[in-house]
């Protein structure tokens, strides 16, 4: 079992930065590949990035490729989001999640249906 707790969410202006956070319980945190995914109103739960379980491979939506950046740091048990140039377009509420897929192409960790764990979700409102 695995529990993740995002933070860092908030609303901050066209142009600025955010860098969100999700922390993990459990031991096992360095064999799960995590993900970042977001959901505004009325709208599907979208990919915004991945990392392996090594952080050595990353994947991105093509939206956000060139302004967010994920990263991870299995001492601390946590992933981070690195938001820049943010748009309107960006406000969602975004998520963690961890899958137990080790293999396979940007396709197989972008997919929800891939993750086994979800945080509760932290806000990113972005204002024109």
């Known amino acids: 079992q695995v529990q993740l707790v995002e933070s860092g969410g908030g609303l901050v202006q066209a142009g600025g930065s955010l860098r969100l956070s999700c922390v993990a319980s459990g031991r096992t945190f360095s064999r799960y590949a995590m993900g970042w995914f977001r959901q505004a109103p009325g709208k599907e739960r979208e990919f915004v990035a991945a990392i392996r379980s090594s952080g050595e491979t990353t994947y991105y939506a093509d939206s956000v490729k060139g302004r967010f950046t994920i990263s991870r740091d299995n001492v601390k048990n946590t992933v981070y989001l690195q938001m820049n140039s943010l748009k309107p377009e960006d406000t969602a509420i975004y998520y963690c999640?961890?899958?137990?897929?080790?293999?396979?192409?940007?396709?197989?960790?972008?997919?929800?249906?891939?993750?086994?764990?979800w945080g509760q979700g932290t806000q990113v409102t972005v204002s024109s």
């Open positions: 999640a961890a899958t137990s897929v080790r293999y396979g192409s940007s396709w197989s960790f972008s997919r929800t249906v891939a993750y086994d764990y």
